[in-house]
Nanobody, 125 residues
Framework: QLQLVESGGGLVQPGGSLRLSCAASGFTVNSYHIGWFRQAPGKAREGVSC????????LYADTVKGRFTISRDDVANTVYLEMSSLNAEDTGVYYC??????????????????WGQGTQVTVSS
């Protein structure tokens, strides 16, 4: 059974850092495009950062460029999102999602095949 499990969310002060993890089971992360998405209260889900199945291409939303870093550990079968210089606008539920390498790669919520349950990130003093 294919499963994605996010962890690492929590409450952090503005300017702080967090590392989110997306652990995959039932498939290998290097055979799927993996992305991080977030949804703030009252807003649509948006792409934050995505990595393609080869691991060589990465995308970042303009709002997180220079602050967030996506990475992948094929041994651990896990994708990470390192977040720094967090601000209130980064608050939301963060989800990871996967799409088979057989399909085109992008960082849009529509078309993702599998989703995790999400982890809450709250940036507040």
């Amino acid at each position: 059974q294919l499963q994605l499990v996010e962890s690492g969310g929590g409450l952090v002060q503005p300017g702080g850092s967090l590392r989110l993890s997306c652990a995959a089971s039932g498939f290998t992360v290097n055979s799927y495009h993996i992305g991080w998405f977030r949804q703030a209260p009252g807003k649509a889900r948006e792409g934050v950062s995505c990595i393609n199945s080869s691991g060589f291409s990465k995308l970042y939303a303009d709002t997180v460029k220079g602050r967030f870093t996506i990475s992948r550990d094929d041994v651990a079968n896990t994708v990470y999102l390192e977040m720094s210089s967090l601000n209130a606008e980064d608050t939301g539920v963060y989800y990871c999602a996967a799409r088979s390498y057989r399909y085109s790669w992008d960082c849009l919520p529509d078309g993702q095949q599998y989703w995790g349950q999400g982890t809450q990130v709250t940036v507040s003093s």
